[in-house]
């Protein structure tokens, strides 16, 4: 009665000793999934030191897979083998460093000998597998920076392969939700979502819920995205990514403040490690938080964080916030440190140095990093700067390639675009020497075509009519052909119409409207010989300027001429 009394005991404690671990294991993951990476450290290592199995070897080392920390994930792993050489899961913990390194060619033998070995039998095997081939896929980053590090066709035929194969007949939670991982990646939404939500259907969960929301935002259903997030704070409030992935959402429609909010309490929530702190910092800055990404900055670096991206941060931040010197510096210092370049490296050389007034210097990294930034059209400000140096050819020049990223990006051309190239040429032919009549001519001509486009997008603006006749006078050099008369007439049509439209979107300049009235009095009375016209323009040039500063009455027929003004 004793033996039998003392079995059961030990039965007993061995069933809540599993129960408890199982707990532990569970308790990790989630601190794992919850962005508390210490914690989920001390859960695993805790679970080692109290029962060093095979298993718990299998768990410290998938977590030091998960962060990165890949030469302890090995250690753990091969531990594990040591314990028990028999337990495959280490051997798959093994193999999938080699899908973190990407290599999934190399790997993919490793693990179909593995899966040999179990005669595809083991669903723990052919699950952990899956999940190495979408473990290190990372949505936000480019193609470049996932390629060879996932196989989401390969995951989805082994999570299929376990309800055929072994003796697991209904795919658990985990298992549809690596299967939903895969199908992300593939960028396949309906059967993400399909099996997210039966994942979801079985266990709801925040984690499962955000998922669905990143299916729906990338698929731009937004109603849908906003709906599966608000759903997962419900369903537990703590969990911290979902914070973030609703600041990613807020940033998307340039709502700064929502998205900054968010990443804060995505901060409050996660742990505030110094990894988790610089990439909240670069939240911030895209939420155009920098005093925010210079806080959490500084913070990380207090606690130890080495990244390089260090010095970017605190570069970009600098310059955003106006202290442009010790922008530069931190910039400066991180190409001493052999950071890789990145193009918005450029950009910021640029916008700081513009800042200090050193224009060549900006021109220069604008230029640099006008090809390779496909989301900003830098050579606005290129023009800008040479506009403002009274560069006009080079103006011009920029105001025509900022025309063709705009083509390219297959947006319209504004008028405004084409009267920053018209102007640009007009004054570039404006300060051409009178003696060098072809480039004159030929720079004024390359303006008068650009104030046409100008006019052609908006015949409304009487800025276009005014210089286009300016810009005729100058390709008539000789002043005999009168060439600007018919746009200094569209200037006072236009003028005219705006008045009677009580418009005020133009402010009329009077010296303007004396100009082309002045210019016109000639026209009639010399060429076309109408008199009557002739005397309307003179009496409205007249009521401007009645001190009649250019003798205009005694170009009326029967006037006296005028008495020319004593010399001093």
Known sequence: MKVKMKSLLVAVSLLFAGAANAQTVQQG??????????KAKATFESLVAAA??????????????????????????????????????????????KVANHKVAEAKVDFDKIIADTK?????????IAEAYVMFYDVNNGEEANKGNNDPAEAIRLIDMIPEKTKVKELTVDMNTVKGDAYLIKNDGGPAVSAYEQANFKEKSAKLYTKIGVVY???????????AYQSAVETDSNYAPIYKRFGEYYNIFNRYKDASKYYRKYVSKA??????????????FLAKDYTGSMEFTSQAEAGGAKDNDIYRMK???????????????NLEQMVKAGVKPYYLDNVYFAKGYQCLNNDSLAVHYFEQAAPLDTNN????????????QKRYAHAADAAF?????????????????WYNAALAYYFAAAYTPKTDSVNRVSLAMKGDTSFAKAIGINAKWPPFYLFRARTNNLIDYSGDKWLAAPYYEQYLTVIDALKAENSTTYKEKKDDTYEALRYLSGYYLTVSKDTVKAEDAIKKALAIKPEDPDGLKSMLPGATPATPAPKK
Do not use: M
């Open 315 to 329: 570069g970009y931040s600098f310059i955003e916030l106006n202290k442009c010197q010790e922008g530069i510096n």
């Open 271 to 284: 742990e505030a490690s110094p990894t988790i702190l610089l990439s909240t910092a670069k939240l911030l």
């Open 377 to 388: 059209n830098h050579h606005l400000s290129i023009y800008s700067i040479r506009y403002k």
């Open 120 to 128: 595809s039998k083991n669903a723990d095997v052919l699950f952990r």
């Open 52 to 97: 060093p199995t095979a298993e718990n070897q299998f768990y410290l080392g998938y977590y030091n897979l998960r962060v990165g920390h890949l030469d302890a994930a090995k250690a753990a792993f091969e531990k594990g083998l040591t314990i028990d050489a028999k337990n495959p899961l280490n051997a798959v913990g093994l193999v999938a460093i």
């Open 29 to 38: 993951l989630s601190q794992l999934d919850g962005d508390q990476p210490s």
């Open 401 to 417: 390639k900022s025309i063709e990223w705009k083509a390219k990006k297959k947006l319209q051309a504004t008028s405004g675009d």
């Open 217 to 227: 935002l990338r698929g731009k259903n937004y109603q849908y995205t906003v709906n």
